[in-house]
C-alpha cells in the first residue's frame, strides 16, 4: 500500500490555489500544473496506473455530461448568447475539475463535486450578502481546494 502521508503533498498547491482563487479570483497556471502533476502521480503510484486511466476517463466522462447539459440548457433558454459556460465558469476551474480526476473513483469524484459546488455556493452568498454585490463570481477553485484539503486530511488521520 502506497503511504497515505504522500497525500498530504497534494494539499500544497491546492491550498495555494483556493487562496488565490478567494483573493484574486484568478489562480496560477504553474500552480494547477504542480497540483496535476501530484493528483496524476498520486493516483498512479497508489491505485496502479490503469485504474487511475479508468478514474480519469470516467470522471472525464461525467464532466462532459454535467457541462453538455448545462450548456444545453443555457442554449435552450437563451437563444442568443452562444457560449454559455465561458461566461459562466472559468477555464482555471474547469482545469482543477480535470486535474482532480485522477484521485477519486466515479461515486467519489461525484461526491466531491456536489460538496465543493454547495460550499463555493454557500461562500458566494456569505459574500454576497457581507458586500452586497449585485454581480460577484463564484471562487469554484477555492472551494473545491479546501475540501479537497479537508478530504485528505480526513482520510489520512482515518486511515
Known amino acids: 500500500m502506497f503511504p497515505l502521508w504522500t497525500k498530504l503533498v497534494l494539499i500544497i498547491p491546492a491550498v495555494v490555489m483556493a487562496v488565490e482563487d478567494f483573493r484574486c479570483r484568478r489562480i496560477s497556471v504553474i500552480m494547477l500544473a504542480v497540483f496535476a502533476l501530484c493528483a496524476i502521480s498520486y493516483g498512479g503510484l497508489s491505485e496502479g496506473i490503469v485504474a487511475m486511466l479508468i478514474n480519469m476517463a470516467t470522471n472525464i466522462g461525467l464532466l462532459a455530461v454535467m457541462?453538455?447539459?448545462?450548456?444545453?440548457?443555457?442554449?435552450?433558454?437563451?437563444?442568443?448568447?452562444?457560449?454559455?459556460?465561458?461566461?459562466?465558469?472559468?477555464?482555471?476551474?474547469?482545469?482543477?475539475?480535470?486535474?482532480?480526476?485522477?484521485?477519486?473513483?466515479?461515486?467519489?469524484?461525484?461526491?466531491?463535486?456536489?460538496?465543493?459546488?454547495?460550499?463555493?455556493?454557500?461562500?458566494?452568498?456569505?459574500?454576497?450578502?457581507?458586500?452586497?454585490?449585485?454581480?460577484?463570481?463564484?471562487?469554484?477553485?477555492?472551494?473545491?481546494?479546501?475540501?479537497?484539503?479537508?478530504?485528505?486530511?480526513?482520510?489520512?488521520?482515518?486511515?
Open 67 to 159: 457541462f453538455g447539459g448545462v450548456a444545453l440548457s443555457f442554449l435552450v433558454r437563451n437563444k442568443s448568447n452562444r457560449k454559455p459556460l465561458k461566461e459562466l465558469i472559468g477555464l482555471g476551474d474547469v482545469l482543477f475539475m480535470v486535474a482532480a480526476t485522477p484521485l477519486f473513483p466515479l461515486k467519489e469524484y461525484l461526491y466531491f463535486l456536489l460538496i465543493s459546488m454547495v460550499a463555493a455556493l454557500l461562500d458566494w452568498l456569505a459574500i454576497r450578502s457581507a458586500k452586497r454585490k449585485q454581480k460577484s463570481t463564484i471562487p469554484l477553485v477555492g472551494a473545491m481546494g479546501s475540501v479537497l484539503s479537508i478530504w485528505i486530511v480526513i482520510s489520512v488521520i482515518v486511515c
